[in-house]
């Protein structure tokens, strides 16, 4: 659909299906040495489940990973739905209402792929309120216009899959069942930024330096959401080793930018990087990497919206509390019934 063809990816995600289905009927030896096995489920690319013997490390490099992926996806529902009474079209209006629902479908699936760890999810939330554990770097920035939807979905959405795309691929069973799910969903998603964009490109000229300003805006900060470089990435060589992460944040940050040079020429939309030029010899785009510096602030809490963003969480969480309290006494009650 006008040139961001996702097709490739949504093979990637297809045939990772295919190999996750079949990993369930392939059994690997086990001569009851604990790592060993684990090793060997590692190395024969099957998948690590919860019931299955796993080192401490690996476990809480899970938990520390999947716990922030799902804080990002309710985080994430703030910028866009602070746009949902102002769509301007009922059309437009339940599209992004069906997309920030899918956010907190989203957050579902990864928290109770972290539960499968054996920690609750009232703990994974109380630790992003106190500040315990962090969310993506991309939701601290504010959504000024209603373009920012559109550069959302096409940037931030777009480099989400490029990201979770090999995590459909992920050692740990439940994460990689939870985002193929995700992923699938996710596509849908960057084309409906994808389409408010191309929209407004080709609308009258305000529409269309409203859009260029939200690109403008978020190109940089959507190259961040990869991570520090790979040089200053601390948990990259041991997560690739256990086949949590296939690829390392730079690799991923320039199959992105590639991806984008040629979507950003069909929507007649300018990258901000006067230095963006293809490289023969690398076969890759050349580019200005992000400011890490304000990376890591805005991973340290200093970003334009971080008091903000938790704060609203903080509040949902608490007037959301009887709420929970009213849902697990009918829960109980009914199983009271059953007995
Ligand atoms: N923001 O060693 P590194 C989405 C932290 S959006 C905040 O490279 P790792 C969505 C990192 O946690 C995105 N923190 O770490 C889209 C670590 O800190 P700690 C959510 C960041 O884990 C639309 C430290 O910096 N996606 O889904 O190997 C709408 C060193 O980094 C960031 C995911 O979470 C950042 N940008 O690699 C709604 C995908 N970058 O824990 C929602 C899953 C780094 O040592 N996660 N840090 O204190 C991943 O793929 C990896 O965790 C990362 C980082 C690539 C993000």
Redesign the pocket.
Known sequence: MYGNDFAPLLEQVDSAERDLRQAAGQAVENDGDLQGYFDAIVAADQKVEPRDWMPEAYRK?LI???A??AH??II??QP?GNWISRAPSLKRKAILLAKVQD?AG?GLYLYAAAETLGISRQELVEMLIEGR???????NYPTLSWADVGA?GWL??G??IV??VP?CRCSYGPYARAMIR?CKE?SF?QRQGYEILYTLSRGTPEQKAMAQDAVDRWWYPSL?????PDS?????EQ?MTWKI?RFS?DE?RQRFVDMCVQQAGVLDLRIPDPDLRWNAERGAHDYTQPDYGE?MQ??KGNGPCNRQRIEHRRRAYEEGAWVRAAAAAHAAKKAVAHV
């Open positions: 490099t520390r990973q999947i922030q992926h990002s996806e994430g529902m866009e956010e989203h554990q962090k969310y993506s770097s991309i939701f959302i931030v959405d480099a989400a990201n979770q995590l995700i996710e998603h961040a959401m990869f991570g520090p200053d990435s601390t948990h990259s997560s992460k944040n991923l990376l805005v991973i």
